[in-house]
T-cell receptor
Framework: DSGVTQTPKHLITATGQRVTLRCSPR?????VYWYQQSLDQGLQFLIQ???????AKGNILERFSAQQFPDLHSELNLSSLELGDSALYFC????????????FGPGTRLTVL | SQQGEEDPQALSIQEGENATMNCSYK?????LQWYRQNSGRGLVHLIL?????REKHSGRLRVTLDTSKKSSSLLITASRAADTASYFC????????????FGKGTRLSVIA
C-alpha cells in the first residue's frame, strides 16, 4: 500500500459527459502528479501540483483541468469526454520535488462508451 | 523533461534466470529511477541512482549507471514468477525540478 488513495476505482460514462477523479496523497507529501495510461500511448504525464500551486504541465488537454486543495488532496476534472479518453488515470505524490520518489495510487479506470 | 527509452520492449525468461533491461537517455541527469508496474496497478518505485553513483543494489536488484554513455541497466537476479511486470526508467534532468517522463517500459514475463 503506497498510502496514496484514489476514488473511484472504476468509472463508466458516456461521451460528452464530465467526471471528477479524486486523489489523496501520502501524509506529508506536498506534490501531486496526474498521469494517463492508455494502451497505445503508454504512461503520459498530465500535470503536477505543489502545495496548492500548479508546478508543471504535460500533455494535458484543454478539456481536462485539475486543482489541489488546502488539505492537499487533488481532483482531476475531465469534460466533454470522448471515446479516446478511456484509460487508467493515476495519481502519484512525492515529498516535494519531481526528483523525489513518487508513490502511485491504484488508479481510476475510466471507460467512455 | 527528458524521457528514458527502455530496451528491450519485451523479455521472456524462465524462473531462476537473470533478467537485464536497459535504459538510454539524451541529456545529463540528476538521478535516474526505476519503477515496476504490475498489470493494471500503479507504479512502484524500485531504486534511485544518483548521477555520481555507478552501481546500486537492493535485494535481487542491481542497477548500473554509465553517464558517459547516457545509459542505465537494471538486473534482476534469480527471477521469480512474481517479477512478471513492466519496468520503467525515469531520468531526472540536471535542474532537478522537471517532471519525470516515463517511456513505454520493458515487459518482463517470467515463466515458471
Amino acid at each position: 500500500d503506497s498510502g496514496v488513495t484514489q476514488t473511484p476505482k472504476h468509472l463508466i460514462t458516456a461521451t460528452g459527459q464530465r467526471v471528477t477523479l479524486r486523489c489523496s496523497p501520502r501524509s506529508g507529501d506536498l506534490s501531486v502528479y496526474w498521469y494517463q495510461q492508455s494502451l497505445d500511448q503508454g504512461l503520459q504525464f498530465l500535470i503536477q501540483y505543489y502545495n496548492g500551486e500548479e508546478r508543471a504541465k504535460g500533455n494535458i488537454l484543454e478539456r481536462f483541468s485539475a486543482q489541489q486543495f488546502p488539505d492537499l488532496h487533488s481532483e482531476l476534472n475531465l469534460s466533454s469526454l470522448e471515446l479516446g479518453d478511456s484509460a487508467l488515470y493515476f495519481c502519484a505524490s512525492s515529498v516535494a520535488w519531481a526528483g523525489d520518489t513518487q508513490y502511485f495510487g491504484p488508479g481510476t479506470r475510466l471507460t467512455v462508451l | 523533461s527528458q524521457q528514458g527509452e527502455e530496451d528491450p520492449q519485451a523479455l521472456s525468461i524462465q524462473e531462476g534466470e537473470n533478467a537485464t533491461m536497459n535504459c538510454s537517455y539524451k541529456t545529463s541527469i540528476n538521478n535516474l529511477q526505476w519503477y515496476r508496474q504490475n498489470s493494471g496497478r500503479g507504479l512502484v518505485h524500485l531504486i534511485l541512482i544518483r548521477s555520481n553513483e555507478r552501481e546500486k543494489h537492493s535485494g535481487r536488484l542491481r542497477v548500473t549507471l554509465d553517464t558517459s554513455k547516457k545509459s542505465s541497466s537494471l538486473l534482476i537476479t534469480a527471477s521469480r514468477a512474481a517479477d512478471t511486470a513492466s519496468y520503467f526508467c525515469a531520468p531526472l534532468g540536471v535542474s532537478g525540478n522537471t517532471p519525470l517522463v516515463f517511456g513505454k517500459g520493458t515487459r518482463l514475463s517470467v515463466i515458471a
